[in-house]
């Protein structure tokens, strides 16, 4: 089964608060309980909408989703103030919607974060860690290392 993915939405503008600038990129993953494989094209299609639907409602910035026949990843923005808790059951809650209010997903979820780099910076740093390529910064006896 291929994933179905939807870009809605890019996590690279912080949120502006009276303190700072924020970003609560997370990136959420529920499995389906019971090793279930989901492969009805109508009930995927159904929790692809829901989970658009509900993000939408809450006001989080939708960026993917991966939907998978036994787990889904969904990658998205919410404010400082929803706790990746909160989020993950929002969503699951939805999805059990989806199934009559049956309990489709594992009671656990995986709740990560994310956010671009810049590679340049990464760069600068490593070459003033370690140096140019194969050569050590202290040019010790492994200064010309491959």
Known sequence: MRSAEVVVAEQSKPEIGAYGQYLNSLHIVMENADGLHEVRED????VRDIVIRATAK???WLSRIGLLSNHLHVLLGARVTDSPQAVALS????IAYVYEMKAILKFSYYAGT???YDRGAIRLHATQVAGPAGTSPDGGPHANAV
């Open 43 to 46: 009930e995927l299609q159904a």
């Open 58 to 60: 809450k006001n989080w």
């Open 91 to 94: 969503l699951m809650n939805n």
């Open 114 to 116: 994310f956010a671009g």
